[in-house]
């Protein structure tokens, strides 16, 4: 089966980024952790705040997300999403921790999702998540990866024509495993997808992609047929110029483990260290690179592209 996403305008940011060959490395969006909220129905641009969840209760997890260093995502099932208003009778909810040592996932549901305001957030940056479960019961460790594919069409139209169809394929490739999710940022690489608990964030995604990192995550990897600049937009709980730095490190070793590699998870542009934990040391300077001129969001104007080059220091 080879999987196509559906057709974007030859101008669509996306299409103008693949068609220059732009790279992805050091393009994930930042968070320590990720809770994910289930709300079905249309969401708006801020689909925290713009959608069938609450203002209120949107506004203040995606707040308490943040100010611990993480982030909130609405997800739904992949499909059509009638706007109906009736009541939500639970909600499904993900938190994933632990990621920049040995990541973990939760899984449950809430009734309302201000339960999640009782999270302690200070340790779901922790390897255990025990303090957690305890914190919202209803929430149990599973050992099963959860993929998400941002679909957020009214933050940018690439999110919805290309990642839609893919999200609904993978998911019946992985049945319970996939959701579609609110914005994630990075659009211009749609499809675009984040895999739980790693934080680890792919580019340009296909259905067959989708399977092949899901697996790989179950092992606790990445898959070697995405260890590659195109693919590869490195894990969310680095910096910039350290995810950039891991996946130069990892195409160059072929290095495959999710946390075989560490770095200062802060480290900015120029040197940066990588070491592996059977003890190699890769010394590396990362740094911005402007290049063609594309844009990076849908109607907005073209402008310089910034990626990262990674060389030996």
Same mark, same amino acid.
């Given at each position: 089966?080879?999987?196509?996403?559906?057709?974007?305008?030859?101008?669509?940011?996306?299409?103008?980024?693949?068609?220059?060959?732009?790279?992805?490395?050091?393009?994930?969006?930042?968070?320590?952790?990720?809770?994910?909220?289930?709300?079905?129905?249309?969401?708006?641009?801020?689909?925290?705040?713009?959608?069938?969840?609450?203002?209120?209760?949107?506004?203040?997890?995606?707040?308490?997300?943040?100010?611990?260093?993480?982030?909130?995502?609405?997800?739904?099932?992949?499909?059509?999403?009638?706007?109906?208003?009736?009541?939500?009778?639970?909600?499904?909810?993900? /938190? &994933?921790?632990?990621? *920049?040592?040995?990541?973990?996932?939760?899984?449950? %549901?809430?009734? #309302? $999702? @201000?339960?999640?305001?009782?999270?302690?957030?200070?340790?779901?940056?922790?390897?255990?998540?025990?303090?957690?479960?305890?914190?919202?019961?209803?929430?149990?460790?599973?050992?099963?990866?959860?993929?998400?594919?941002?679909?957020?069409?009214?933050?940018?139209?690439?999110?919805?024509?290309?990642?839609?169809?893919?999200?609904?394929?993978?998911?019946?490739?992985?049945?319970?495993?996939?959701?579609?999710?609110?914005?994630?940022?990075?659009?211009?690489?749609?499809?675009?997808?984040?895999?739980?608990?790693?934080?680890?964030?792919?580019?340009?995604?296909?259905?067959?992609?989708? /399977? &092949?990192?899901?697996? *790989?995550?179950?092992?606790?990897?990445?898959?070697? %047929?995405?260890? #590659? $600049? @195109?693919?590869?937009?490195?894990?969310?709980?680095?910096?910039?110029?350290?995810?950039?730095?891991?996946?130069?490190?990892?195409?160059?070793?072929?290095?495959?483990?999710?946390?075989?590699?560490?770095?200062?998870?802060?480290?900015?542009?120029?040197?940066?260290?990588?070491?592996?934990?059977?003890?190699?040391?890769?010394?590396?300077?990362?740094?911005?690179?402007?290049?063609?001129?594309?844009?990076?969001?849908?109607?907005?104007?073209?402008?310089?592209?910034?990626?990262?080059?990674?060389?030996?220091?």
């Amino acid at each position: 089966m080879t999987t196509t996403h559906a057709t974007s305008r030859p101008d669509a940011c996306s299409v103008q980024w693949e068609d220059a060959g732009l790279p992805a490395w050091g393009t994930a969006s930042q968070a320590q952790f990720w809770v994910a909220l289930e709300q079905p129905g249309p969401w708006g641009r801020e689909a925290a705040l713009d959608s069938h969840l609450s203002t209120e209760a949107g506004h203040r997890l995606s707040q308490a997300c943040a100010d611990a260093g993480g982030r909130l995502l609405l997800v739904r099932a992949p499909g059509r999403h009638a706007d109906a208003h009736s009541e939500v009778d639970g909600h499904r909810v993900w /938190v &994933a921790g632990g990621l *920049a040592d040995e990541p973990w996932l939760l899984e449950g %549901e809430v009734e #309302d $999702p @201000a339960e999640l305001l009782a999270l302690p957030w200070a340790d779901l940056l922790g390897t255990e998540p025990d303090r957690v479960e305890a914190a919202v019961p209803t929430l149990e460790e599973t050992r099963e990866p959860l993929l998400l594919v941002c679909t957020n069409g009214r933050r940018d139209i690439c999110c919805a024509v290309r990642g839609r169809p893919v999200a609904l394929e993978a998911a019946e490739l992985l049945p319970g495993r996939v959701l579609e999710c609110s914005h994630t940022g990075g659009h211009r690489f749609a499809p675009t997808g984040i895999m739980l608990p790693s934080g680890q964030t792919w580019a340009r995604l296909t259905a067959e992609r989708a /399977v &092949a990192a899901f697996g *790989a995550e179950r092992r606790g990897e990445i898959p070697a %047929e995405l260890n #590659d $600049p @195109a693919y590869d937009r490195g894990r969310s709980c680095l910096s910039p110029a350290a995810q950039a730095a891991q996946s130069w490190v990892r195409q160059q070793s072929g290095e495959l483990g999710l946390v075989a590699l560490r770095t200062p998870t802060d480290a900015g542009e120029g040197a940066v260290r990588v070491t592996g934990a059977d003890g190699r040391v890769w010394d590396v300077r990362a740094t911005r690179h402007e290049g063609a001129q594309v844009t990076d969001s849908c109607g907005k104007p073209a402008k310089p592209s910034i990626t990262w080059t990674v060389e030996p220091a």
